[in-house]
């Protein structure tokens, strides 16, 4: 079973107000993943990391998402301004060094933006 | 672009009645994929992965094999259960980087 443990599991918001959530990884997994699955189950890859630093982030993250991992401390995805449409589970997953290697997800943060 | 195909949406069967939910793949790496079941209101969970040609991998009575001819990576079981009834994704992994790229995901349902 995964021990990735994202904080808080729902979280509502009015429109223009930042949403924050967290991610404590599994315990030697240096590479973090969070991504946003809507409505439809469709998955959206958001951004990973290695420790502490960036990969790769898609477009949206880089306008109104911010992310960090710093060491010793929990991940955490931030929506500065939510908009309707950010509504959806956000889930974050880790993974052990090597390409090949699974990625284990938390249980999500749902995501309700009034 | 790597991306994770997966034809069908829904697929309600009978309890005991053997089950295939299609992947298929393309990406320009070498491919790692995986099979990843989404209980209700649950985090998706990895069910079987595979990176060897035509090896059968086996987990928990569900097997797949990857056929990179054919870039495919079907999901079996001989005799499908109440408690299989969740989300089915196939994911691909290809890239250094290790994001994953999601099929748009197959809801089984099944029936006593």
């Known amino acids: 079973n995964s021990k990735v443990i994202q904080t808080p599991r729902y979280l509502v918001k009015g429109q223009g107000q930042k949403a924050k959530m967290r991610c404590i990884p599994e315990?030697?997994?240096?590479?973090v993943f969070w991504y946003q699955q809507n409505k439809n189950n469709e998955f959206k890859f958001l951004i990973n990391?290695?420790?502490?630093?960036?990969?790769?982030q898609i477009d949206m993250t880089e306008k109104r998402f911010s992310a960090e991992c710093p060491s010793n401390s929990p991940c955490s995805l931030e929506i500065q301004s939510s908009e309707a449409g950010d509504s959806a589970l956000y889930l974050c997953?880790?993974?052990?060094?090597?390409?090949?290697?699974?990625?284990?997800f938390g249980p999500g943060t749902r995501l309700t933006v009034l | 672009g790597d991306s994770v195909t997966q034809t069908e949406g829904l697929v309600t069967l009978t309890k005991g009645l053997p089950v295939m939910l299609n992947c298929t793949y393309q990406?320009?790496?070498?491919?790692?994929l995986f099979w990843y079941v989404q209980h209700l209101n649950e985090a998706p969970k990895l069910l079987l992965k595979?990176?060897?040609?035509?090896k059968r991998t086996e987990h928990q009575g569900f097997y797949a094999t990857l056929h990179k001819s054919s870039s495919s990576f079907h999901l079996q079981k001989s005799s499908v259960q109440l408690s299989d009834s969740a989300l089915y994704f196939c994911?691909?992994?290809?890239?250094?980087?290790?994001?994953?790229?999601f099929g748009a995901g197959t809801q089984l349902i099944v029936i006593p």
């Open positions: 997953a880790s993974s052990p060094p090597g390409l090949g290697n699974e990625q284990y």
């Open positions: 315990k030697g997994h240096p590479v």
């Open positions: 990391f290695q420790n502490q630093e960036v990969l790769q």
């Open positions: 990406t320009t790496y070498s491919p790692f």
């Open positions: 595979s990176s060897t040609d035509n």
């Open positions: 994911a691909l992994r290809s890239s250094a980087l290790g994001r994953l790229h």
